[in-house]
């Protein structure tokens, strides 16, 4: 009898302790697919946004897509508020021959000239820039070509009320290229030529009683 207790005891052990490896495996297996799998694909998709990368293969000439910097915000997939991503670069030549290759690359892309009537949204020379909009399947882009930041230097320096910078300005006869901006939105959050909402009446209120104000009809009171 002692030699059957020890070994249901051993088998009982045996089982626990498989028991508990199970579990440790369950709670592992759902800790990579909880926690582990979405925050790698959530790297993964940051770092590769279809957006940005559709933008590196615009076939513009390398001295129009200088220094590019990117950032976005919002949700990619449109919760809460549709991802907003710009990209700014620089080139080396002026404002008309940079529009002209950024205008070619993105009609080779597939990308439309979008004419609507808040672009642009505010009134640009010609001498200081160029705004135009364009549109491809479920996207909206802003293309600004302005004067290159020494060109703003210097009209910031003939300024007095803006205070000096710490490095002198570029000269005239160097201060040349322009400044590319690039915004790319949803077309669903770009309010741009949808007609505005309509205001609706307020549904389910009683309105007020309106105290008549004429009192000719009223009776005439009696002497008592």
Known sequence: MGGLRGRGAELLNQLRGRRRMRLVALVSLAIV????????????????????????????????AKSPEDQSSGSQWCFLECEFRERIAKSDKPLAETTRAYSAALTEAGWRPWKVGECPETEIKPTDGTWTCWKRDEFTLDLRVGQPDCVVDQVAARDPAVPRPSTAPVPPDKCVGSTVSIKVQNAIADVRGKPAPSEKPLVGETPEAVVPTDTSSAPTPQTS
């Not at 799998?37 to 959530?42: H, I, Q, R, T, Y």
């Open 33 to 64: 697919v909880l926690v582990v799998l979405p925050a790698a694909f959530g790297i993964r998709t940051a770092a590769k946004d279809p957006v940005f990368q559709s933008l590196d293969a615009l076939g513009v000439p390398s001295w129009a």
